[in-house]
Each structure stands twice: as C-alpha cells, then as structure tokens.
C-alpha cells in the first residue's frame, strides 16, 4: 500500500497549487482518501474529505472556499487545488485512507499516510 504526494512547493500569496496523492495497493471503494496539514508550531489537521465510493466531500470551515478536493478514479489519484493562497496555509500536507466506517477527519481514523508534500506561501 502506498500513498504518493506531490504538488508542493514555493508558492506566492494568492497564488494556487494543486496537490496530488496517487494511492496503490488497495481499493478505493472501500475508503476515504483524506487531506491534513501540520502548520509549524500546530497539531496535524484534517482539512478534507473525499469518499471513494461517491465522491462525496467534506472540508473545515476555515479552507471552505479555497480548497476543493477532487478525485480520478481511473488513475487512483486524488487532488487538492488550493487558490488564494495565504502565508497560514504553509505547512506539510498529507493524504491518508480511512475505511468508511471510521470519521474521515481524524488522524486515529486513518489506516495509511502518505510522507507529505510542504507548501510554503511567501508574500
């Protein structure tokens, strides 16, 4: 089982990245596929949800608007386009899989973590 980000980098504020997390080695049907980030200084933080078997979504309040996860199931990847960026969103960004049955936002709910991708938004 493997989860795969990429997409991270320097970016200037206001601008937009898309992040990518490629998964293998088990079905999404049977999970959720999960972003968090660990701002420096702060606890690790689900930010959003997205359901492997309808697509389904979920975000916190505080990136409502400017983050939008998508899925493509043909490729096994799962996006994060983030817009507007603002110096608060640098961080280390992670993807993980929960099963269905486990709440999407909670870092005990998930069964497999990627290494993370870190975006660093410079004014």
């Known amino acids: 089982v493997q989860l795969v980000e990429s997409g991270g980098g320097l970016v200037l504020t206001g601008g937009s ?7 293998s080695g088990f079905s999404f049907d049977d999970y959720s596929i ?31 608007g400017r ?13 994060l386009q983030i817009d507007n960026l603002k110096p608060e969103d640098t961080a280390q960004y992670y993807c993980a899989a929960a099963p269905h049955h486990r709440a999407c ?7 497999y973590w ?10």
């Open 34 to 64: 999960n972003w968090f980030r660990r701002v420096p200084g702060k606890e690790r933080q689900g930010i959003s949800c997205i359901s492997g078997r309808d697509g389904s979504t979920y975000y916190i309040d505080a990136v409502k």
């Open 105 to 111: 936002w909670y870092e005990w709910a998930q069964e």
């Open 114 to 123: 990627g290494l993370g991708t870190s975006i660093v938004v410079s004014s």
């Open 67 to 79: 983050f939008t996860i998508s899925r493509d199931e043909a490729k096994n990847t799962v996006y």
């Open 17 to 23: 990245v898309r992040l990518s997390c490629a998964a």
